[in-house]
């Protein structure tokens, strides 16, 4: 499909997809093998970004450099955990891509979607691509009915204070223009799970062409879930801000 593309003199695109760990010793090679099995006609690099992981996260992602070259898959480690949005600004520092990527590293997030993303951004040039679980074809397998009914009334409840103009909130798997993301990050202020939210509906208030993709979620397979009571009540009041200021 690119070299096709590239014949027909159109400008081939690269991408950089950020991944942000913390102790994902069992799944950082997996993703890692599926994105490159996924992506094999794009030009991409990954960009993990590593919070100090104490189980040996960056000897793995040492190793995967040794087996793809560190000009594919790019290590740029801090010391201790900082929160997901720094973790995704620190990534987009070090991206050469024309579009980003962002997504978990516990494959929650299936890269065989990465092709979706990027062909529905292609046909309608929108500024992001977002995952969704909750149109026709989307959905979540391996969660049991509190996380569920939890998430779903996360995203009810968004969906009717802030209307946001999609149907997904609360899910991290994106894919953004460069140029939008840097524009979008930083004019957010939340950490956490409430950046994915204040990303989305500081994007829709800017006027961005937003479309969705439907995906399955699926839950982690290996390692415990970052996901607590703390995040909960973050969210909430996260909510509550931007009701406030958007």
Not at 193 to 200: N, P, T
Request: hydrophobic residues 40%; glycine residues 8%.
């Amino acid at each position: 499909m690119a070299e096709e593309k590239e014949r027909k003199g159109e400008k081939k695109y690269k991408y950089s997809v950020i991944v942000p760990t913390y102790n994902e010793r069992l799944n950082i090679a997996l993703i890692v093998y599926l994105i490159f099995k996924h992506l094999r006609d794009v030009d991409f690099e990954i960009i993990v970004v590593d919070d100090g992981s104490p189980d040996g996260t960056q000897e793995i992602v040492k190793q995967l450099q040794d087996l793809y070259g560190e000009d594919r898959i790019l290590l740029r480690a801090r010391a201790k955990k900082l929160g997901l949005g720094t973790a995704y600004i620190h990534g987009l520092k070090h991206a050469t891509g024309d579009f980003v990527v962002i997504m978990d590293a516990d494959l929650s997030h299936h890269p065989k979607y990465l092709p979706s993303f990027i062909k529905k951004q292609l046909e309608t040039n929108a500024s992001i691509v977002t995952g969704t679980r909750y149109v026709k074809g989307g959905g979540v397998h391996g969660w049991n009915l509190m996380r569920k009914l939890t998430s779903r009334g996360a995203n009810v409840l968004a969906q009717t204070l802030l209307w946001p103009g999609v149907f997904d909130l609360t899910g991290s798997f994106r894919l953004y223009k460069k140029s939008v993301l840097e524009d979008v990050i930083s004019s957010c202020v939340s950490k956490g799970y409430v950046f994915q939210m204040e990303m989305i509906v500081r994007a829709t208030r800017k006027g961005y062409h937003i479309e969705e993709v439907p995906i399955t979620f699926v839950d982690r397979v290996f390692g415990t879930s970052k996901l607590g009571g703390s995040e909960i009540v973050e969210y909430l009041k996260g909510l509550v801000y931007l009701l406030l200021t958007t």
